[in-house]
């Protein structure tokens, strides 16, 4: 099954999948046919890769990916005999800052990091998670934002230093 392993889960549990690694590119021809079920992840829940997690269809799977795995929105995880997961992002709260000059955008970013904060881009938006620490760093730049919930997928996922 390429990475992915059945297991079961305990004596009254039905058997799940392990995942044990990212699939990569998945073709269209490969889920044909096959029923949908998605894993709806914020933005954190998506960097912890081992865990039991139960897909909206009600599945149980097992994530045992490698340290330091980040999953995207829009992955496909898993394909089955007669289902797939793909991953989707969870709207989460956020602080939106839009409607400001290049210059101010990069010095939010610039501040964002400095701070250890990640951000995310989102078409002219720039997102930042509603941190009380947040609000007080554009409050003190003097850009506009404002609260919302939006799927975040910060810049730079992949790059950790706590792994």
Do not use: K
């Amino acid at each position: 099954m390429g990475g992915l392993d059945p297991q079961m889960g305990g004596p009254d549990m039905a058997p799940h999948v392990v995942v044990t690694r990212q699939r990569g590119s998945v073709h269209d021809e490969e889920l044909a046919g096959h029923e949908r079920d998605t894993l709806v992840l914020t933005a954190e829940e998506r960097r912890w890769g081992r865990r039991r997690v139960t897909t909206t269809g009600g599945r149980t799977l097992v994530l045992a990916l490698p340290t330091g795995s980040t999953l995207a929105p829009g992955e496909v995880l898993h394909v089955g005999t007669d289902w797939y997961l793909v991953v989707e992002g969870a709207p989460e709260p956020v602080l939106a800052v839009a409607g400001v000059s290049r210059d101010a955008a990069l010095r939010v970013a610039f501040e964002v990091g400095n701070r250890h904060f990640t951000l995310a881009i989102d078409g002219d938006r720039v997102l930042v998670p509603d941190d009380p620490a947040m609000d007080q760093l554009l409050t003190r730049l003097g850009v506009p934002f404002e609260r919302l919930h939006a799927v975040f997928v910060p810049l730079g996922a992949g790059h950790r230093h706590d792994a």
